[in-house]
Every structure is written in C-alpha cells, then in structure tokens.
C-alpha cells in the first residue's frame, strides 16, 4: 500500500527507495565514466573531438529507444525482474568497454549500456507511486533523482582515480563489476509492495496516453532539459581540461563540485513541489513553476559561462546552472508521477524520459561539431542555452491538464 512518512510501512518504503537510490547510483557513475575517461581514450584511439560526440551520444540512442517498451514491461511485470536484469546486462556492457579495440567496439559496448540502463527511471517512477502516499511524492522523487547528480559528482574523481591507478580500460572493467555486486543487493532484498495500489499486471492505456496533448508537451519540454543535463554529463570534464587547462586530477575533483549542487538542487526540486502543493497549488503548477524557474535560470547561468574570466567562476557558475538545472529535473519526473493515470505512470514517465533522451543524444554531437569547427565551446554554451529556453516556453504553456485513461 502506498505510505507517507509515517505510515505503517515506512521501513518498506525506505528500503525499496534506498535500493532504487543505490541501483541508480551505479547506473550515473557507469554512464558518466566515459567523459572523463575520453580524452585518454581520443589520445589512444585518435579520435577527433566530432568522433567523441558521436561516441559520448550512443549510449542515449539506445537507451531512448528502449524507454517505450521498458516502461509498458514495468507497469506489466513490476520492477524487481526488469531492474536485476537490466542492472546485469549494463554492468557487462560497462565491463566491456574496457576491452574494446576500436572506435565501433567502444559504440557498441556504450549502445548495450543504453539499452540496459533504460528501466532505472521509470522503475523509480513506479516504486514512489507504489510505495509512497500523494503527499510525500514529491521528497521521494526528488532522492531517488539526485542520483542523477550524486553519481555524476562521484564518478569524476573515482574514475579519475582509477585511470591513474590502472588505466581507463581497468577503470572500466573495474566499475563494471561493481554493478555486478549490486545486482545481487537487488534480487536478495527488493521486493514490491504487499498489496500495492497499483498492481503490476495491469496494462498501461497506451491509446488514451498516446492522444493526449500534455504527453507529448512533456516529451518536447523535456528535450531541453535533457539537452542542458546531457551537455555537461558528456562535455564538462573535457570543457575543463581544453578550455581551461586543468589537468586529469584536477578536473576529477573540479568536475564534481556542480554536480553536488546538482544533488541538492535535486532534493531541493522535490520539497518546492511538496511545499507548493500543500500551500494550494494544483498538482500540476505545483510541479510546473520549479520546472520553468528551474530550467530559465539554469539557462542564463550556463549562458554566463562562456564570459567566465577564471575556472573557478565558470566552475562556480555551472553550479549554479546545475542546481536550477536538477531543481527542474526532479520535477520533471514528479509531474510524470502527478499527470499520469495510475495504470500508466512508468508509461508516461518512459515517454517524457525519451523526449529528454533524444535532445540528450543530440547535445554531444552538437557540442563536438561546434568544438571541431571552433575550438572552443563557447557556441556550445549558447546552444545549451538556447535548448533549456524552448523546454521551458514548452512546459509553461503545453502542459495544462492530466493525462485521463
């Protein structure tokens, strides 16, 4: 049964929760570790900086791909299969990019982790609106998405680490085998709700989501913010080192300090939500005004960036752009949580998570073209701009009502 903070299962709830954080955790450090590892792997393999956009972005392709089917299989089957499974087949893929030869060895293995890492969100989606009562949705949401900054501030320095110790290929294998280990945590103490509100056979409505104009509002809104996140998961630690010269130790540690923003504006993201619920807010604005606040000012913050006269203003100011960026984000996913019909919310939540997939997929491409024509990243920084903009003009006025079964 779904709890609040209080409830007669808040032990449950806060283990089922804690493991979807820790799942998640492996998962950000997993997808994170090639940009800090790429530069070592362009010298190695002498890939030009359009090559390593095209490799930073494969790993998006696949995992939106797989969003549409995952989340009709979540709400299907439930989330304790589909996550141990998912958590073995991209532990592997991590693993094996540590033994790739080439360029399409590297695309192939990152293509696998895509794939097997799609079902993280949408199973956090789920376990909040199974385990967690309306009013506590929103603080729920926002830690099981501040993985998707807490990881990132980890992995900088932890790779880093490993690539000096044993090299990026053993930093790989290394990583790769820890989510293993997870992997077992999960299958021996997860296990869904006892009498969940919404049971795991039931079928998402996909016709009645499908014709709804808030989904697809979610999806293109959520393209911009996917653009921004994704720009700095795939480019910050290689903006650090040729635009402003630091070195691979320096960068690990640098590279993480917006991303411990990031987790705070996370949480921060999810208690505005709480708060402007109960202050009156519908369901929806409630989750709307952090979303367009969130992603306008991340906007001028990373606009701001390219005008910085030190790293450690830029350093500074992509905090502040990350903070606001993940305040939107974990909104993001508890409007998934508030629109969505009950039999549909990892549905809803796979949809709007592809939107924010492909304007993810398209900003290291985008940024290695700007960086090979420009050689700087300073068109790259307007163009993310620009992207978090548009999503958040799309969130203000495209979405406006529930999604109805």
């Given at each position: ?18 493991l979807?954080?820790a ?6 450090v997993?997808?994170?570790a090639?940009s800090v590892?790429?530069p ?18 494969a ?19 439930g989330?304790?299969?589909?996550l141990a499974?998912a ?12 033994l790739?030869?080439s ?5 192939a293995a990152?293509?696998a982790?895509g794939?097997?890492?799609?079902p993280?969100f949408?199973v ?6 199974s385990w ?7 603080i729920?949401?926002?830690g099981?998405n ?6 990132p501030?980890?992995?900088?320095p932890?790779?880093?680490a490993l690539?000096v ?5 053993g ?9 293993l280990a ?11 709700p006892?009498?969940p509100s ?11 989501l ?11 809104g959520?393209?911009?913010?996917g ?12 903006y650090?080192m040729t635009e402003?010269?630091l ?7 640098a590279?993480s300090?917006?991303?411990?923003f990031?987790?705070?504006g ?5 208690l505005?939500?709480?708060?402007l619920?109960a ?12 979303i367009v606040?969130?992603?306008v ?5 990373t606009?701001l960036?390219?005008l910085a006269a030190?790293?450690?203003?830029a350093v500074?100011e ?5 903070f606001?960026?993940?305040a ?6 508890a409007?998934?949580?508030a629109?969505a019909?009950a039999e ?7 949809v709007q998570?592809t939107g924010?997939l ?8 985008v ?7 420009t ?8 163009a ?5 903009l ?5 969130y ?5 009502r529930p999604?109805?079964?």
């Amino acid at each position: 049964m779904a709890v609040g903070a209080g409830g007669p299962n808040r032990s449950g709830a806060g283990l089922a929760l804690g493991l979807v954080i820790a799942a998640g955790l492996v998962n950000y450090v997993d997808r994170s570790a090639l940009s800090v590892a790429g530069p070592a792997i362009a010298a190695e393999l002498k890939l030009r900086p359009g090559q390593l956009g095209v490799l930073l972005s494969a790993f998006l392709w696949a995992y939106a791909a797989a969003q549409f089917p995952v989340g009709a299989l979540i709400d299907r089957f439930g989330s304790r299969r589909l996550l141990a499974a998912a958590l073995a087949l991209w532990s592997a893929a991590q693993a094996a990019t540590g033994l790739a030869a080439s360029l399409p060895q590297l695309i192939a293995a990152r293509l696998a982790l895509g794939a097997g890492e799609a079902p993280q969100f949408p199973v956090g989606a789920r376990v909040v609106r199974s385990w967690f009562a309306p009013a506590a949705r929103g603080i729920a949401t926002g830690g099981f998405n501040s993985v998707s900054t807490l990881g990132p501030a980890i992995a900088p320095p932890l790779v880093a680490a490993l690539i000096v110790a044993i090299g990026w290929r053993g930093a790989f294998v290394a990583t790769g085998l820890a989510g293993l280990a997870v992997a077992a945590v999960w299958v021996a103490l997860f296990r869904d709700p006892p009498a969940p509100s919404e049971p795991p056979t039931a079928r998402a409505p996909w016709a009645a989501l499908l014709r709804a104009p808030t989904l697809w509002a979610m999806a293109l809104g959520n393209a911009g913010s996917g653009y921004m996140n994704w720009f700095y998961a795939a480019w910050l630690p290689g903006y650090l080192m040729t635009e402003r010269h630091l070195t691979l130790p320096q960068t690990g540690w640098a590279a993480s300090v917006p991303y411990l923003f990031g987790f705070a504006g996370s949480l921060a993201g999810g208690l505005v939500c709480d708060r402007l619920q109960a202050a009156g807010f519908s369901a929806i604005a409630s989750r709307k005004v952090p979303i367009v606040a969130g992603l306008v000012i991340g906007a001028v913050f990373t606009g701001l960036t390219i005008l910085a006269a030190t790293s450690g203003v830029a350093v500074a100011e992509i905090a502040v752009a990350l903070f606001f960026a993940n305040a939107a984000g974990a909104s993001i996913w508890a409007l998934a949580v508030a629109v969505a019909p009950a039999e549909g919310v990892a549905s809803v939540g796979a949809v709007q998570n592809t939107g924010g997939l492909v304007g993810g997929a398209l900003a290291p491409v985008v940024t290695g073209v700007f960086v090979e024509a420009t050689h700087s990243f300073a068109a790259a920084l307007g163009a993310t701009a620009l992207a978090a903009l548009a999503g958040a003009a799309v969130y203000a006025f495209g979405v406006r009502r529930p999604i109805s079964a």
